[in-house]
Antibody, heavy 116, light 107 residues
Framework: EVQLVESGGGLVQPGRSLRLSCAAS????????MHWVRQTPGKGLEWVSG????????DYADSVKGRFTISRDNAKNSLYLQMNGLKPEDTALYYC?????????WGQGTMVTVSS | EIVLTQSPATLSLSPGERATLSCRAS??????LAWYQQKLGQAPRLLIY???NRATGIPARFSGSGSGTDFTLTISSLEPEDFAVYFC?????????FGQGTRLQIK
Protein backbone atom coordinates (compact mmCIF):
# COMPACT_ATOMS: atom_id res chain seq x y z
CA GLU A 1 0.00 0.00 0.00
CA VAL A 2 1.27 3.45 -0.93
CA GLN A 3 1.57 5.39 2.29
CA LEU A 4 3.08 8.41 3.99
CA VAL A 5 2.90 8.52 7.78
CA GLU A 6 3.82 11.67 9.66
CA SER A 7 4.90 11.78 13.29
CA GLY A 8 6.48 14.15 15.78
CA GLY A 9 3.74 16.71 16.22
CA GLY A 10 2.47 17.87 19.57
CA LEU A 11 2.03 20.79 21.94
CA VAL A 12 5.10 22.98 22.35
CA GLN A 13 5.82 26.37 23.91
CA PRO A 14 6.75 29.36 21.76
CA GLY A 15 10.45 29.46 20.99
CA ARG A 16 10.94 25.71 21.37
CA SER A 17 11.71 23.11 18.72
CA LEU A 18 10.06 20.08 17.15
CA ARG A 19 11.20 17.59 14.56
CA LEU A 20 8.61 16.11 12.24
CA SER A 21 9.22 12.83 10.44
CA CYS A 22 7.47 11.25 7.49
CA ALA A 23 7.86 7.54 6.74
CA ALA A 24 7.19 6.38 3.19
CA SER A 25 6.22 2.93 2.05
CA UNK A 26 4.78 1.18 -0.99
CA UNK A 27 6.48 3.34 -3.61
CA UNK A 28 9.96 4.42 -4.75
CA UNK A 29 10.49 7.28 -2.32
CA UNK A 30 13.79 8.32 -3.91
CA UNK A 31 12.04 9.22 -7.18
CA UNK A 32 9.74 11.80 -5.63
CA UNK A 33 10.12 15.46 -4.78
CA MET A 34 8.84 15.85 -1.24
CA HIS A 35 7.12 18.74 0.46
CA TRP A 36 5.69 19.82 3.78
CA VAL A 37 2.34 21.58 3.51
CA ARG A 38 0.39 22.91 6.47
CA GLN A 39 -3.21 23.79 7.07
CA THR A 40 -4.82 25.70 9.87
CA PRO A 41 -8.16 24.13 10.83
CA GLY A 42 -10.85 25.49 8.56
CA LYS A 43 -8.36 27.43 6.47
CA GLY A 44 -6.39 26.99 3.28
CA LEU A 45 -3.25 25.12 2.36
CA GLU A 46 0.19 26.68 2.84
CA TRP A 47 3.31 25.18 1.30
CA VAL A 48 6.07 25.18 3.93
CA SER A 49 9.11 23.60 2.31
CA GLY A 50 10.20 21.31 -0.50
CA UNK A 51 13.14 19.13 -1.45
CA UNK A 52 13.92 17.45 -4.76
CA UNK A 53 14.60 13.73 -5.09
CA UNK A 54 18.35 14.10 -4.63
CA UNK A 55 18.25 17.06 -2.19
CA UNK A 56 19.71 19.20 -4.95
CA UNK A 57 17.03 21.85 -4.59
CA UNK A 58 15.56 22.99 -1.30
CA ASP A 59 13.30 25.93 -0.62
CA TYR A 60 11.14 27.39 2.12
CA ALA A 61 8.19 29.68 2.50
CA ASP A 62 9.24 33.14 3.67
CA SER A 63 7.25 32.59 6.86
CA VAL A 64 9.58 29.78 7.99
CA LYS A 65 12.86 30.63 6.29
CA GLY A 66 15.74 30.61 8.75
CA ARG A 67 13.77 28.64 11.34
CA PHE A 68 12.82 25.39 9.60
CA THR A 69 15.10 22.85 7.89
CA ILE A 70 13.92 20.13 5.55
CA SER A 71 15.93 16.98 4.88
CA ARG A 72 15.48 13.48 3.55
CA ASP A 73 17.14 10.09 3.81
CA ASN A 74 16.33 8.03 0.74
CA ALA A 75 17.96 4.94 2.24
CA LYS A 76 15.48 5.14 5.12
CA ASN A 77 12.53 6.27 2.97
CA SER A 78 12.09 9.22 5.28
CA LEU A 79 11.49 12.96 5.16
CA TYR A 80 12.12 15.34 8.04
CA LEU A 81 11.30 18.88 9.09
CA GLN A 82 13.32 20.44 11.91
CA MET A 83 11.32 23.34 13.29
CA ASN A 84 13.14 25.80 15.56
CA GLY A 85 11.96 29.04 17.11
CA LEU A 86 8.32 27.99 16.86
CA LYS A 87 5.68 30.72 16.91
CA PRO A 88 1.95 30.53 17.68
CA GLU A 89 1.27 31.17 14.00
CA ASP A 90 3.03 27.89 13.18
CA THR A 91 0.10 26.06 14.76
CA ALA A 92 -1.34 23.84 12.03
CA LEU A 93 -1.80 20.35 10.68
CA TYR A 94 1.41 19.46 8.85
CA TYR A 95 1.14 17.19 5.82
CA CYS A 96 3.93 15.29 4.13
CA UNK A 97 3.38 15.39 0.34
CA UNK A 98 5.15 13.50 -2.42
CA UNK A 99 5.00 14.56 -6.06
CA UNK A 100 6.17 12.89 -9.26
CA UNK A 101 4.33 14.58 -12.13
CA UNK A 102 0.85 13.05 -12.05
CA UNK A 103 1.64 10.86 -9.07
CA UNK A 104 0.70 12.57 -5.85
CA UNK A 105 0.76 11.18 -2.32
CA TRP A 106 -0.32 12.76 0.96
CA GLY A 107 -0.06 11.64 4.53
CA GLN A 108 -2.86 12.18 7.02
CA GLY A 109 -0.96 14.92 8.82
CA THR A 110 0.48 15.56 12.24
CA MET A 111 -0.83 18.39 14.41
CA VAL A 112 1.54 21.01 15.77
CA THR A 113 0.24 23.36 18.45
CA VAL A 114 2.42 26.23 19.63
CA SER A 115 1.09 27.72 22.84
CA SER A 116 2.24 28.69 26.30
CA GLU B 1 6.04 34.48 -5.13
CA ILE B 2 3.23 33.63 -7.54
CA VAL B 3 -0.20 34.48 -6.17
CA LEU B 4 -3.14 32.32 -7.21
CA THR B 5 -6.61 33.84 -7.01
CA GLN B 6 -9.59 31.50 -7.13
CA SER B 7 -13.13 32.49 -7.95
CA PRO B 8 -15.77 32.32 -6.80
CA ALA B 9 -15.04 31.82 -3.10
CA THR B 10 -18.27 29.87 -2.75
CA LEU B 11 -20.35 28.20 -5.45
CA SER B 12 -23.85 26.93 -4.73
CA LEU B 13 -25.21 24.43 -7.22
CA SER B 14 -27.48 21.41 -7.37
CA PRO B 15 -26.55 17.82 -8.26
CA GLY B 16 -26.58 17.37 -12.01
CA GLU B 17 -25.54 20.95 -12.72
CA ARG B 18 -22.27 22.03 -14.30
CA ALA B 19 -19.60 23.65 -12.11
CA THR B 20 -16.96 26.02 -13.41
CA LEU B 21 -14.15 27.07 -11.08
CA SER B 22 -11.49 29.62 -11.96
CA CYS B 23 -7.88 30.09 -10.92
CA ARG B 24 -5.82 33.08 -12.02
CA ALA B 25 -2.05 33.37 -11.52
CA SER B 26 -0.20 36.64 -10.92
CA UNK B 27 2.31 35.61 -13.57
CA UNK B 28 2.58 32.82 -16.07
CA UNK B 29 2.90 29.29 -14.71
CA UNK B 30 2.89 27.73 -18.19
CA UNK B 31 0.83 24.54 -17.81
CA UNK B 32 2.10 23.67 -14.33
CA LEU B 33 -1.18 24.06 -12.53
CA ALA B 34 -2.87 21.38 -10.46
CA TRP B 35 -6.35 21.09 -8.96
CA TYR B 36 -7.13 19.39 -5.66
CA GLN B 37 -10.34 18.39 -3.93
CA GLN B 38 -10.48 18.35 -0.15
CA LYS B 39 -13.24 17.01 2.05
CA LEU B 40 -13.58 17.65 5.78
CA GLY B 41 -11.03 15.71 7.81
CA GLN B 42 -9.22 14.38 4.75
CA ALA B 43 -5.99 15.17 2.97
CA PRO B 44 -6.23 16.88 -0.43
CA ARG B 45 -6.80 14.62 -3.42
CA LEU B 46 -5.19 15.38 -6.78
CA LEU B 47 -7.73 15.77 -9.58
CA ILE B 48 -5.86 17.47 -12.42
CA TYR B 49 -2.16 18.06 -13.07
CA UNK B 50 -0.37 20.00 -15.80
CA UNK B 51 -3.56 22.00 -16.32
CA UNK B 52 -5.55 19.36 -18.17
CA ASN B 53 -4.41 15.84 -17.26
CA ARG B 54 -6.71 13.82 -15.02
CA ALA B 55 -4.97 11.99 -12.23
CA THR B 56 -5.35 8.24 -11.92
CA GLY B 57 -8.85 7.19 -10.92
CA ILE B 58 -10.46 10.59 -11.39
CA PRO B 59 -13.85 10.43 -13.16
CA ALA B 60 -14.20 11.88 -16.63
CA ARG B 61 -16.69 14.49 -15.40
CA PHE B 62 -13.69 16.42 -14.07
CA SER B 63 -11.74 18.39 -16.66
CA GLY B 64 -9.16 21.13 -16.59
CA SER B 65 -8.15 23.74 -19.12
CA GLY B 66 -5.96 26.79 -19.50
CA SER B 67 -2.36 27.88 -19.69
CA GLY B 68 -0.28 30.86 -18.70
CA THR B 69 -2.31 32.74 -16.11
CA ASP B 70 -5.91 31.60 -16.52
CA PHE B 71 -7.18 28.14 -15.64
CA THR B 72 -10.53 26.45 -15.26
CA LEU B 73 -11.75 23.31 -13.53
CA THR B 74 -15.05 22.04 -14.88
CA ILE B 75 -17.25 19.40 -13.35
CA SER B 76 -19.69 18.49 -16.09
CA SER B 77 -22.52 17.05 -13.98
CA LEU B 78 -22.25 17.29 -10.21
CA GLU B 79 -22.55 14.18 -8.13
CA PRO B 80 -23.38 14.37 -4.38
CA GLU B 81 -19.80 13.41 -3.49
CA ASP B 82 -18.37 16.37 -5.45
CA PHE B 83 -19.44 18.94 -2.87
CA ALA B 84 -16.17 19.89 -1.22
CA VAL B 85 -13.44 22.52 -1.27
CA TYR B 86 -11.24 22.85 -4.37
CA PHE B 87 -7.75 24.31 -4.44
CA CYS B 88 -5.47 25.15 -7.32
CA UNK B 89 -1.70 24.86 -6.95
CA UNK B 90 1.10 26.11 -9.16
CA UNK B 91 4.21 23.94 -9.53
CA UNK B 92 6.06 26.07 -12.05
CA UNK B 93 8.16 28.00 -9.58
CA UNK B 94 9.21 27.46 -5.99
CA UNK B 95 7.87 28.57 -3.60
CA UNK B 96 4.92 26.46 -4.63
CA UNK B 97 1.70 28.28 -3.91
CA PHE B 98 -1.97 27.42 -3.49
CA GLY B 99 -5.09 29.37 -4.19
CA GLN B 100 -7.34 30.23 -1.28
CA GLY B 101 -9.95 27.67 -2.31
CA THR B 102 -13.48 27.50 -3.71
CA ARG B 103 -16.16 25.93 -1.56
CA LEU B 104 -18.66 24.02 -3.68
CA GLN B 105 -21.85 23.61 -1.69
CA ILE B 106 -25.26 22.16 -2.33
CA LYS B 107 -27.91 24.69 -3.29
Amino acid sequence: EVQLVESGGGLVQPGRSLRLSCAASGFTFGDYAMHWVRQTPGKGLEWVSGITWNSGKIDYADSVKGRFTISRDNAKNSLYLQMNGLKPEDTALYYCHGVLSGLDIWGQGTMVTVSS
Amino acid sequence: EIVLTQSPATLSLSPGERATLSCRASQSVSIYLAWYQQKLGQAPRLLIYDASNRATGIPARFSGSGSGTDFTLTISSLEPEDFAVYFCQQRDNWPITFGQGTRLQIK
